[in-house]
């Protein structure tokens, strides 16, 4: 069956330095993938997404890298700020399936 | 502030009992998902409408449904609450369905005691 999930399940980022977050997934099929962060006790966040006919996706502090040959997707953030404290979950989703697949997640701890 | 609300924030009740969990969606989106989240758990998939219809569904267990009304406030019912229903809810939102992005509510935490 489909699944995503995260390399490492947790990771520690010096404060300014740059972080990069993992994901795997399984389905050849997914063609839309999403980053959410998650701050504790609130819901998921919309970072950026990307589409299959992408290899990479740049927004304000983070990008995002599409790699289909190995099904692998990464988020880049860059110069880390203690506010980027959260949980991180990718998704994916692809034509015909309505609903996302979400990672377990990755927690990022900014170090001061 | 995504624009979706959730209401309520916290909610504490006892085994065997059924509670009502409400969301609107963001102004213009059809499509609202419900998702539950356990203590260090992803994010689980139950179910989704859209503009009135069920679209799809997930991992949602036979005493709970759901259903989205006319003004497309949706809202998910939880019956013969067990311990392990303890969990946060969210509620998320869409223009469409297919690769669209989805925006979460603040979540609903419920505690079964």
């Known amino acids: 069956g489909e699944s995503v999930g995260l390399h490492l399940p947790t990771l520690s980022v010096q404060e300014g330095d740059n972080s990069i977050i993992n994901c795997a997934y399984s389905n050849s099929a997914s063609d839309y993938f999403i980053w959410y962060k998650q701050e504790s006790g609130k819901g998921p966040q919309f970072i950026i997404d990307?589409?299959?006919?992408?290899d990479k996706r740049q927004g304000q502090r983070v990008t995002v890298l599409l790699n289909k040959t190995v099904k692998h997707l990464s988020l880049q953030i860059a110069a880390t700020q203690p506010g980027d404290s959260a949980v991180y979950f990718c998704a994916e989703n692809n034509f015909g399936n309505e609903k996302l697949t979400f990672g377990t997640g990755t927690r990022l701890t900014i170090i001061p | 502030d995504s624009g979706v609300t959730q209401t309520p924030k916290h909610l504490i009740t006892a085994t065997g009992q059924r509670v009502t969990l409400r969301c609107s969606p963001r102004s213009g989106d059809l499509s609202v998902y419900w998702y539950q989240q356990s203590l260090d758990q992803g994010l689980q998939f139950l179910i989704q409408?859209?503009?009135?219809?069920?679209?799809a569904k997930g991992n949602i267990l036979e005493r709970f449904s759901a259903q989205q009304f006319p003004d497309l406030h949706s809202e998910l019912n939880l019956s013969s609450l067990e311990l392990g229903d303890s969990a946060l809810y969210f509620c998320a939102s869409s223009v469409e369905v297919y690769r669209e992005t989805q925006y979460f509510g603040p979540g609903t935490r419920l505690l079964v005691l």
């Open positions: 990307i589409r299959s006919n992408m």
């Open positions: 409408y859209y503009n009135g219809e069920e679209r």
